[in-house]
């Protein structure tokens, strides 16, 4: 299984690197790397389990964040009851999104990041992201609130793109567009 010391952390050049695009149907070893994924986060937000191995909290993650350049991630987002709780997902792209902007008011953190970095991480409040699924499925999902911005978050690091590159070097806590 995978544990914090398989995060690649911050400082590491695979970080900043534009992922590869994963060939399609996804080979069994680019499945069993998402499957693993997966399954991370689910015992990442099981208590006892997270307690036994210290695992923070996840609630998404991209494949350069295991070391793999890969445009991959997935998410496990708590509770809700909704279909999106735990879900993979190869070669995402945003389709379209709100001109309204939004952000988590306590800022973002990341599994990769072991410091504390404050600010707003201006994310778009509605996308319409498509890829293909688990199964191999073409889909498009449509959407909002924290699940858009985690989606936001994972799609960056395939982009080379760090939570606090988006955060306003000279006013941290400017405020997000709201319409
Ligand atoms: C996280 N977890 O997984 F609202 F039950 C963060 C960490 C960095 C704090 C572990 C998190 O936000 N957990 C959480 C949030 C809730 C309710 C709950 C658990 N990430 C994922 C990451 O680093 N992916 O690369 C950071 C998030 C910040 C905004 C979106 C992703
Ligand atoms: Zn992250």
């Known amino acids: 299984m995978l544990t914090m010391k398989d995060i690649i952390r911050e400082g590491n050049p695979i970080l ?3 992922a590869k695009e994963v060939e399609l149907p996804p080979s069994k070893e680019d499945k069993e790397t998402l499957e693993k994924m997966i399954e991370f986060l689910i015992n990442s937000q099981d208590p006892e389990i997270a307690l036994k191995y210290n695992l923070r909290s996840g609630v998404g993650i991209a494949a350069p964040q295991i070391g793999i350049s890969k445009r991959m991630f997935a998410v496990h987002l708590p509770d809700e009851g909704e279909q999106l709780t735990a879900f993979g997902m190869y070669n995402p792209r945003i389709v379209s999104h709100s ?28 996308i319409t992201v498509k ?3 688990m199964n191999g499925e073409e889909i498009s999902l449509r959407l909002r609130g924290f699940p858009a911005i985690v989606f936001q978050h994972e799609i960056d690091h395939l982009n080379g793109i760090m939570f606090y590159d988006r955060i306003e070097e ?9 319409l």
Do not use: H, M, W, Y
């Open 16 to 18: 900043r690197q534009v």
């Open 170 to 178: 000279d006013d941290p806590f400017k405020k997000a567009i709201k």
């Open 131 to 133: 890829g293909v699924d």
């Open 99 to 126: 001109v309204e902007t939004t952000s988590l008011e306590n800022g973002e953190g990341c599994l990769s990041v072991d410091r504390e970095v404050t600010g707003l991480v201006p994310r778009f409040s509605r």
